[in-house]
């Protein structure tokens, strides 16, 4: 007869208090790259061990525990991860059957180090890679010995998850210009996370603000009503809220763009390529705000570089989905470059694309933009601005792109002056063009008017018979030898005109057919052109005043004629008619 007869059961209360972990260190594997450096455990445990049945036991925890001061490095000594306090609250945690049931778990202060390597690889993906490794070459059974059975996989369940007072430091050298920065101030509520991964992850809020110097601040990021379905591939949000932003992006001389690199983007997009299959993802967003947006595009390739600020930037979205089929809206509004500003209205649907919207600029201004072309004309814009009001369409057709615009473009106030003669070169109050339809597939153009008010113009003849017009644009070094030898027949003067050169001209295909371009009227008023004559001897100027005028059925289509008008004043005071 049995000395212990019916069910066994024993129960052990464990309670530590402050147990530095430092101290097992020397115990952790040499294989695994990791290096425990701190860490006090505080527990409140209860231990019970059961026979269920004939041979069948349990051994269950259950209680709390509590890491504090945390601190765990790679083997190098680059440090890891490290928070204040992480409390767990576990309710069943059956150690012989792997079945662990956790209540809660709460971490505070969290300090998360993560840093990419120039070659792009991620500390965090390389030490998780080295410490799965370490278990499988455990598992490799010697020849001589039969293989053992895996250890059937734990099952576990956390109905909870607070993340509070986080910190990651990023550093990411794989980018032109390193980003060195942090994302500060993360909370996160996370609901039920079992180990299958079937069931919907509910995360009902998740902010941040992120420092990354002079190149990228976020005042606040919040992602609320989240519900992520990694089975069912598929990421359904609420909301979305950020303002206070910063950014600063630059192109250097070299041409390249240094940009930063997103911490959470990039951690996020490595996360997903370890867990992701082939099967697309679904992803959609309730509402989107944005606030207080600031961009300063520096594009140092020109001379001067090129400097573009957007700030007072808002946009509001809603219902945005990758699904096909769905439709969402997007209103947005901004100043461009102190003076101006852009609004711009409508619906958007992402898959297959499709969009219309309601743009809308007022008076931006065209000097940021001078040093793109300043180097190929010999005119300097002093003044100038853009104004437009249309729609926007655009749609994407298996593979092929079709965008129209319809609506007016505003030119005005606008002054040009002649670098080489030194003198006002061209001025008007509006260039406006009215019932634009414009088409990329096929391209085409046509314009109801054009309409150019208040206008003045210089003509110059040069001494050498040259009109100032015909160097607006700078020629290249061909071209200037060949005036140059104009002006100096005695002049010897070579251009290069290798046989494989004009061998590619002969057999260079037909050109294309023009552009359709269709005007259909133009009109002219208040109009003053001033030339000058200083080819002839003595030099004179004379002034073409109240300008006006139409020009019908413009086009540039073959065999088209347009229909002409012209009148002016002579020296204020012969009338002169075309």
């Known amino acids: 007869k049995e000395i212990f007869e019916g069910e066994l059961e024993s129960e052990l209360n464990l309670d530590l208090d402050r147990l530095d972990l430092a101290g097992f260190q020397p115990y952790v594997p040499s294989s695994l790259p990791l290096r425990l450096k701190g860490g006090l455990l505080d527990t409140e445990l209860r231990v019970v061990f059961k026979e269920l049945s004939e041979k069948v036991f349990s051994l269950t925890v259950v209680g709390s525990a509590h890491v504090s001061d945390f601190d765990l490095a790679e083997a190098s000594g680059a440090p890891l991860l490290g928070w204040k306090r992480l409390d767990v609250d576990i309710a069943n945690a059956d150690l012989i059957n792997r079945r662990f049931a956790v209540q809660r778990v709460l971490l505070d202060g969290m300090d998360a180090y993560v840093a990419v390597s120039k070659q792009g690889e991620m500390n965090w993906v390389r030490v998780l890679d080295q410490v799965a490794a370490v278990p499988a070459a455990a598992d490799k059974a010697p020849a001589d010995k039969p293989a053992v059975a895996p250890a059937k996989a734990p099952v576990w369940a956390i109905d909870e998850i607070r993340l509070s007072n986080g910190k990651m430091h990023w550093q990411d050298e794989s980018t032109e210009r390193p980003t060195v920065g942090d994302v500060l101030d993360i909370n996160a509520v996370v609901g039920k996370v079992d180990g299958k991964l079937v069931e919907p992850i509910e995360v009902s809020e998740v902010s941040y603000r992120v420092d990354l110097g002079d190149r990228a601040k976020i005042g606040s990021m ?77 594009d140092q390739t020109t001379k001067p570089a090129a400097v573009q600020v957007i700030d007072g930037f808002s946009l509001t979205a809603e219902n945005l989905s990758t699904e096909s089929g769905k439709k969402g809206s997007v209103l947005l509004k901004s100043r461009i470059n102190q003076k101006g500003s852009l609004k711009v209205d409508g619906s958007v649907q992402l898959v297959p694309l499709q969009t219309t919207l309601k743009v809308e600029t007022q008076a931006i201004p065209l000097l940021p933009l001078q040093p793109y072309f300043t180097d190929f004309l010999n005119i300097e814009l002093t003044r100038g601005q853009v104004s437009n009001s249309g729609e926007v369409t655009a749609q994407m057709d298996k593979d092929v792109l079709s965008a129209s ?164 004043s002579y020296a204020n005071s012969a009338p002169v008619q075309v």
């Not at 919040?222 to 950014?247: F, S």
């Not at 990039?266 to 370890?274: D, M, P, Q, W």
């Not at 006006?548 to 012209?566: I, Y």
């Open 222 to 298: 919040a992602v609320k009503g989240m519900r992520l379905d990694l089975a069912g591939h598929r990421v359904d949000i609420a909301e979305v809220g950020t303002n206070e932003i910063r950014l600063l992006l630059v192109r250097n001389k070299e041409g390249k763009i240094e940009w930063v690199s997103s911490p959470v983007l990039k951690t996020v997009r490595t996360a997903g390529k370890e867990l992701s299959d082939e099967r697309p993802w679904i992803a959609n967003v309730g509402k989107v705000a944005v606030s207080d947006l600031l961009l300063r595009v520096e």
């Open 405 to 568: 615009y319809k609506g007016s473009l505003t030119l005005g106030d606008l002054i040009a002056v002649d670098k080489v003669n030194n003198a006002d070169f061209l001025k008007w109050k509006s260039l406006y063009l009215g019932g634009i339809d414009f088409r990329l597939q096929p391209m085409a153009v046509n314009v109801g008017e054009v309409a150019l008010t208040d206008f003045y113009s210089r003509l110059i003849l040069s001494k050498e018979g040259r009109l100032n017009l015909q160097d607006i644009v700078r020629t290249s070094q061909a071209s200037a030898a060949k005036d140059a030898a104009a002006k100096d027949p005695g002049a010897s003067v070579q251009v290069a005109n290798p046989p494989a050169a004009a061998k590619v001209a002969e057999t260079a295909p037909a050109a294309k057919a023009a552009l359709p371009i269709k005007i259909g009227k133009i009109t002219l008023q208040g109009g003053t052109v001033n030339f000058s004559d200083f080819f002839v001897k003595p030099n004179y100027t004379v002034n073409v005043t109240k300008v006006a005028g139409r020009v019908n059925g413009l086009s540039s289509a073959a065999d088209t004629v347009a229909d002409l008008e012209l009148r002016g």
